[in-house]
């Protein structure tokens, strides 16, 4: 298990150094840890270069193996500590895509572990369909980016995720290398702009007071697309951490630069009907998503 740690720490950062950091090790150990499983696989799982380590085809291939036996242990383990809760009836959660795409399949079988008895249907739907519905009582509360949510009376909320949005690219693009860069420094470069949970409207209000656009080479509602081009050296994009991945399908590394402009966090959370008050009945519900998410 510590040599699929080690790999999959690699895999992450794409250097030895920064791996072995994160696993408490020497660099040596980690050098050594990785070349003991690649003898052991029979298999070479990395390229090494002067700017780091890179997955050949094989090492991608046996990293969404290794993720997958260890989110399997982590799910044994926490299995063994949670004791399930009789809560039943059925909650209905509205969800937008980014909710759906990157948190509500760690969610989902958290939730048939701790309630067994609840069952759980889930919606999803663009922002405003989330608010009619919620207003009119048709769902119990909605999972979604509360950074986009209209300002009314009569929808509560509560903030579990403030997730910083940061420049992504392409490991040897020139912005990765520059000390500090800037969205003038962005709008010199080919950008590839995702239209997803109203991605564009979002990028329009912290780009439109400095007077200026980003180049948009292209535009996709397939964040899965908008990284394979990041990491191909098509393009730059300004995304949120929450939906960050260190790998194309590919298997082409993605870098991240913090900017020096202020770029408005992606906030994720939980809202609801402040008539309806269905969220009270879900209490424990709620707490679990909350401990999940943050």
């Given at each position: 298990?510590?040599?699929?740690?080690?790999?999959?720490?690699?895999?992450?950062?794409?250097?030895?150094?920064?791996?072995?950091?994160?696993?408490?090790?020497?660099?040596?150990?980690?050098?050594?840890?990785?070349?003991?499983?690649?003898?052991?696989?029979?298999?070479?799982?990395?390229?090494?270069?002067?700017?780091?380590?890179?997955?050949?085809?094989?090492?991608?291939?046996?990293?969404?193996?290794?993720?997958?036996?260890?989110?399997?242990?982590?799910?044994?383990?926490?299995?063994?500590?949670?004791?399930?809760?009789?809560?039943?009836?059925?909650?209905?959660?509205?969800?937008?895509?980014?909710?759906?795409?990157?948190?509500?399949?760690?969610?989902?079988?958290?939730?048939?572990?701790?309630?067994?008895?609840?069952?759980?249907?889930?919606?999803?739907?663009?922002?405003?369909?989330?608010?009619?519905?919620?207003?009119?009582?048709?769902?119990?509360?909605?999972?979604?980016?509360?950074?986009?949510?209209?300002?009314?009376?009569?929808?509560?909320?509560?903030?579990?995720?403030?997730?910083?949005?940061?420049?992504?690219?392409?490991?040897?693009?020139?912005?990765?290398?520059?000390?500090?860069?800037s969205l003038q420094d962005v709008a010199g470069h080919n950008y590839?702009?995702?239209?997803?949970?109203?991605?564009?409207?979002?990028?329009?209000?912290?780009?439109?007071?400095?007077?200026?656009?980003?180049?948009?080479?292209?535009?996709?509602?397939?964040?899965?697309?908008?990284?394979?081009?990041?990491?191909?050296?098509?393009?730059?994009?300004?995304?949120?951490?929450?939906?960050?991945?260190?790998?194309?399908?590919?298997?082409q590394r993605i870098s991240r630069r913090m900017l020096t402009d202020?770029?408005?966090?992606?906030?994720?959370?939980?809202?609801?009907?402040?008539?309806?008050?269905?969220?009270?009945?879900?209490?424990?519900?709620?707490?679990?998503?909350?401990?999940?998410?943050?």
């Open positions: 298990m510590r040599q699929l740690q080690h790999f999959i720490a690699l895999a992450d950062t794409g250097q030895v150094s920064k791996s072995a950091l994160r696993c408490h090790i020497s660099q040596s150990s980690m050098t050594a840890s990785l070349q003991s499983l690649e003898k052991t696989l029979e298999t070479q799982l990395f390229y090494r270069q002067a700017s780091g380590t890179r997955l050949t085809p094989a090492g991608l291939r046996f990293l969404r193996n290794a993720q997958n036996i260890m989110n399997a242990l982590d799910e044994a383990v926490e299995d063994l500590h949670v004791q399930p809760t009789q809560l039943e009836g059925t909650v209905r959660i509205g969800l937008t895509e980014t909710i759906s795409a990157y948190l509500i399949g760690v969610l989902l079988p958290s939730i048939e572990r701790k309630f067994p008895m609840l069952e759980v249907v889930c919606e999803e739907h663009d922002r405003k369909e989330l608010e009619s519905r919620l207003r009119k009582g048709e769902l119990d509360f909605a999972i979604m980016l509360t950074s986009n949510l209209s300002i009314s009376d009569d929808l509560e909320y509560e903030v579990l995720v403030r997730s910083t949005r940061q420049l992504w690219a392409h490991p040897e693009h020139p912005l990765i290398a520059t000390e500090q860069i590839i702009l995702l239209d997803m949970d109203e991605h564009i409207s979002t990028l329009d209000r912290y780009w439109s007071p400095f007077e200026i656009k980003p180049k948009v080479r292209l535009q996709s509602r397939s964040i899965e697309a908008v990284r394979s081009l990041v990491a191909a050296g098509q393009g730059v994009s300004i995304l949120s951490d929450f939906v960050y991945r260190p790998w194309s399908l590919e298997g202020k770029i408005p966090t992606m906030d994720i959370g939980i809202v609801w009907s402040s008539k309806y008050l269905s969220i009270n009945r879900w209490v424990t519900l709620v707490e679990l998503i909350r401990s999940t998410t943050i």
